[in-house]
């Protein structure tokens, strides 16, 4: 048998390489280590056919036996047959073929089984070098054995062995299964798991824990290695982390559903709700005020963190008192007071105004003011620190953005509040005060204008004495829900007056008014019904422009629907005749007569609402109830359903019944 053939006839992995590492013969072992057949590996580099992690220790145990000319020894991993890593110790030492004279390098594995620590050292030095410890379970006598590694872990376990059951007992009860799991798991390789674990000295601590399955050398014994991590104080800062992150998630929600909110605000109540529920809990304040400004005096309101002899001396405050708050609104300037000196040597006359200087050192206020300089002073809010609590200029920046957003709220409301009063004012002096009496009918009329824009719209009713004795009765809706709607309403409420007094008939009004509008080129239409009715018999004479049906509701809770003739809309078809139609009210009966936004909406037909509105008003009757209660019903019930155009009713009722309530009223 020739020298090589003794080299390669081993039990173990054993190989014969060139100087240069190219595998020249092998046995089945080191085939097997390799994860080759043995005709894969021959002429391939020793190196290249190692598990990536090993290639540069293969390499380098090749270059020091060849060049050194000595033996060399390195730890080598390899995956072995039943999914365990192999930890084996290779020795490579120069050799001469005999027959050839060539010199070669032997690589082979050594039989470690009587020093198996030797096999541990490069696990040992890699674990110290990544901060690591190390431990190792045996099945057999179910213990685990500490092996060191980085100081600080190692100082964690100060017994160098101890039994399985001990060291599950120190785990966490809610991570002992996990731990069970890990040392008893069948894969090579597990991942990371995190472990709470209890320390003679150090409390909890937070540890990761990763196993490896290694056997221990060619043929020797499997064992579970195990490394752990202190995940401690990355984890400290890490919830650290998490929780100023959350902090400032919900500081930053809070500020958006501030900002939000003062955008929203419709009065200014709704502007002191949202200040003084929202402010100091924005900002980590212990109180807040709203100081807003009445006819140059302050009209002061504040949460419960501030005390109501600190408001007190401020409420009534002319605006050119010398103090910080009146100072602020009049030059558009904020102020923070970091302490009671700085107040004092700001403003020196601390004995006027006491409730600062009475407070302790540590005790701060913010005060922002609602507009800048040179616009009309609208007010400030005041924020007071305490406990030695002091904001950043990036909060304070930020509550003065917010101050200044709160101040457009105010103008935005105040705004709106004089266009409401004025709409008001002006619907009121446009809607006809109705006659208080008249013999054999009840009479009631409501009024409300849109909700989508000014309040005031193009909706109106009328009722008027005719020179025959009979009652005039119309209600209309003119285009729009604005001013201009309003003055078109206005405009064609007095040519059908005016028309009236000449006109005995409901549809001559009508054609003459809608030739009127055509004739100025009117830019709004109108729709209108129009009635005539007798007091002493019921006699009804109607016609309609384009109108909603009329509705009639009897004693017995009974409704009827009557379309009445007519023709378009009024102002825009010349050349129209209006037919009329003669009917009979019956005593105990009622007329209503309402606009579209009454029986029209989101969600709501015309025939649907038509027929809600008559049931009301039939049921309101059989209960007794007068044309005051009917209209109050027909009009609530139309609010309730979120309509938003103008809405107008006028009942008419029939009979002897004695007149409740507010009589004649919008």
Known sequence: ????????HRADPSALLTLDGVISGLNAAMATALSRPAEQCLGHDFGDLWPAGERISARSLVIHAATAKTVAMRVLNYPGPGGASVACLFEARPVKDPESAERLVWVHALNARNDLTSLLIPFRLATAAANLGLWMYSSHDDRLEWLGGSPAVSALFPDPTAAMARVTSSVHPGDQGAFRQLVRSASAH????????????EGWRQLAAQTRRIQLGYGGPERIFGMVRDDTKQEKHKEKAQAALTAERQRAKDIADFSSALITAATEQELQQVVLTRLAATFGAAGALLALVDEGRLRVSTDAGIAMWEVDVMHGMSLEHPSPLPEAIRTGKSHFIPDREDYIRRWPHAAQYPHLARLGPDYATSIMPLSEAGNQPLGAWLVTYGSGYRPSLDKRTLMGTLADLAGQALRRIRLQQARIELATALQQTMLPTLPEHLA????????????????????????????????????????????????????????????????????????RTNELLVTMGAARFASCTMLHIDPSDGRVTGTSAGHVPLLCAHKDGSHSIRELPGGPVLGVVPDTDYREET???????????????????????LDAGLERAGTLAGAALHNGLSAEDVADRVLDAAVAVDHLDDVAVLVIRRGERKVRGRGWAV
């Open 583 to 605: 009917f009979t009210l019956d005593e105990d009966s009622t007329l209503v007569m309402v606009t579209d936004g009454v029986v029209e909406g989101p969600g709501l037909t």
């Open 1 to 8: 048998m020739a020298a090589s053939d003794e080299l390669l």
């Open 190 to 201: 597990s991942p990371w798991v995190s472990l709470r674990y209890l320390t003679k000295h």
């Open 440 to 511: 054999g009918l009840e009479v009631a009329a409501r009024y409300r204008p849109s909700r989508d824009g000014l309040d005031i719209g193009g909706d109106w009713y009328d009722a008027f004495m005719m020179p025959d004795g009979t009652v005039a009765m119309e209600i209309g809706d003119a285009q729009g829900h604005d001013v201009d709607a309003a003055a078109a309403m206005g405009q064609v409420r007095s040519f059908m007056r005016g028309i009236a007094a000449h006109e005995a008939h409901p549809g001559a009004v009508l054609t």
